[in-house]
T-cell receptor, first 114, second 109 residues
Framework: ETGVTQSPTHLIKTRGQQVTLRCSSQ?????VSWYQQALGQGPQFIFQ???????GRGNFPPRFSGLQFPNYSSELNVNALELDDSALYLC?????????????FGSGTQLSVL | RKEVEQDPGPFNVPEGATVAFNCTYS??????FFWYRQDCRKEPKLLMS???SGNEDGRFTAQLNRASQYISLLIRDSKLSDSATYLC??????????FGAGTRLFVKA
């Protein structure tokens, strides 16, 4: 086990609603990255938090936002949900805040938007 | 051109076969590379790191060709349990790590 935990494991929402996903990083890791994985695709980078600050973002609109807390756990918030937001959301923790670090993934949150 | 490209497969091979996957990347500045394994709708798990010319771990060999900007993964003596999707991962510098779309492998008895 990686020691990275995500909650909830599954979630069903309707269009226009808002959702918050949570991630606890592995002990000793100060960096959390969030990924969206649609069916049949590879994980797409959403953003990364390093020591409580966003230090990088992929091609996702501002309605995708996040937080990192002093204990390095993190939240992903998505506002105004759209059908295309249905996906597996993966959180990965690492140490160092840079690319090139090994990523340790949680088991993901499966979000369905109806 | 996509930043990271993989043949989606699927590769259907019998047990005991040798199979190889390639992955091409566009960022010539990338220094380290990874192969992750992902079982159906589970989280990706690190399989191998590739920092220089290559790396070997048991039945698995990863190689890097910087001139042609591709990495490869070779699996020898395939097992049923090797059936999975193999993700090529390329850090692009700074904070961003790019995943390929994955190559699906089915190993059959």
């Amino acid at each position: 086990e990686t020691g990275v935990t995500q909650s909830p494991t599954h979630l069903i929402k309707t269009r226009g609603q808002q959702v918050t996903l949570r991630c606890s990083s592995q002990s000793g890791h100060n960096t959390v990255s969030w990924y969206q994985q649609a069916l049949g695709q590879g994980p797409q980078f959403i953003f990364q938090y390093y020591r409580e600050e966003e230090n990088g973002r992929g091609n996702f609109p501002p309605r995708f936002s996040g937080l990192q807390f002093p204990n390095y756990s993190s939240e992903l918030n998505v506002n105004a949900l759209e059908l295309d937001d249905s996906a597996l959301y993966l959180c990965a923790s690492s140490l160092g805040g840079t690319a090139g670090e090994k990523l340790f993934f949680g088991s993901g949150t499966q979000l369905s938007v109806l | 051109r996509k930043e990271v490209e993989q043949d989606p497969g699927p590769f259907n091979v019998p047990e005991g076969a040798t199979v190889a996957f390639n992955c091409t990347y566009s960022n010539s500045a990338s220094q380290s590379f990874f192969w992750y394994r992902q079982d159906c709708r589970k989280e990706p798990k690190l399989l191998m790191s590739v920092y220089s010319s290559g790396n070997e771990d048991g039945r698995f060999t990863a190689q890097l060709n910087r001139a042609s900007q591709y990495i490869s993964l070779l699996i020898r003596d395939s097992k049923l349990s090797d059936s999975a999707t193999y993700l090529c991962v390329v850090p692009t510098g700074g904070f961003k790590t790019i995943f390929g779309a994955g190559t699906r492998l089915f190993v059959k008895a």
